[in-house]
T-cell receptor
Framework: KQEVTQIPAALSVPEGENLVLNCSFT??????LQWFRQDPGKGLTSLLL?????REQTSGRLNASLDKSSGRSTLYIAASQPGDSATYLC???????????FGAGTRLFVKA | GAGVSQTPSNKVTEKGKYVELRCDPI?????LYWYRQSLGQGPEFLIY????????DSGLPNDRFFAVRPEGSVSTLKIQRTERGDSAVYLC???????????FGPGTRLTVL
């Protein structure tokens, strides 16, 4: 059974800092991994999708990496801003199946 | 273009009642997912549709929950004999292809009194 863990559960940093959010999963037979952000009381916004054959994806100040063999992904946020404050969720899509398993998220607060 | 929409945005009902939650996916998206999210948790998978058929319904918690997508577009999640433990935010997502990038709607907050 796939389990997804995100560390840390919460993080508070000053504006301008570079930071790394971690996601680990127990079953390496995945199809893809997607990072989302969720603002309080809102739905999820897709940030980056990494297919199982890829090692990383970049979008603006965001970079996500995937190491399937070790069951890990990281989301790197450069030069953090107060507007980055949100909960960040990683979601693992199962190979050969359709179930997507989410981690519990990392709550990020960027102080001005 | 229009994103995923869900109606209603909020639903308050009494224990034992029947509710229907609606999801309108992005036009042309063949894959549709339902999740539910409790406070402080990540979304929990309920069911996945590819076209009109439920390809994976292993996340539905029991037989009080049922979902349909009769024409391969709009989907309805139906909950019979609601219980207080069903209270959560119900999220819908769609993707262009199977296992593609998922785009989420704003969710329906269900409260069972």
């Amino acid at each position: 059974k796939q389990e997804v863990t995100q560390i840390p559960a919460a993080l508070s940093v000053p504006e301008g800092e570079n930071l790394v959010l971690n996601c680990s999963f127990t079953d390496s037979a995945i199809y893809n991994l997607q990072w989302f952000r969720q603002d309080p009381g809102k739905g999820l916004t897709s940030l980056l999708l990494i297919q199982s054959s890829q090692r990383e994806q970049t979008s603006g100040r965001l970079n996500a990496s995937l190491d399937k063999s070790s069951g890990r992904s990281t989301l790197y946020i450069a030069a953090s801003q107060p507007g980055d404050s949100a909960t960040y969720l990683c979601a693992v899509g199962g190979a050969g199946g359709f179930k997507t398993i989410f981690g519990a998220g990392t709550r990020l607060f960027v102080k001005a | 273009g229009a994103g995923v929409s869900q109606t209603p945005s909020n639903k308050v009902t009494e224990k034992g009642k029947y509710v229907e939650l609606r999801c309108d996916p992005i036009s042309g998206h063949t894959a549709l997912y339902w999740y539910r999210q409790s406070l402080g948790q990540g979304p929990e998978f309920l069911i996945y549709f590819q076209g009109t058929g439920a390809a994976d319904d292993s996340g539905l918690p029991n037989d009080r929950f049922f979902a349909v997508r009769p024409e391969g577009s709009v989907s309805t999640l139906k909950i019979q004999r609601t219980e207080r433990g069903d209270s959560a935010v119900y999220l819908c997502a769609s993707s262009e292809v199977n296992n593609g990038e998922q785009f989420f709607g704003p969710g329906t907050r269900l409260t069972v009194l």
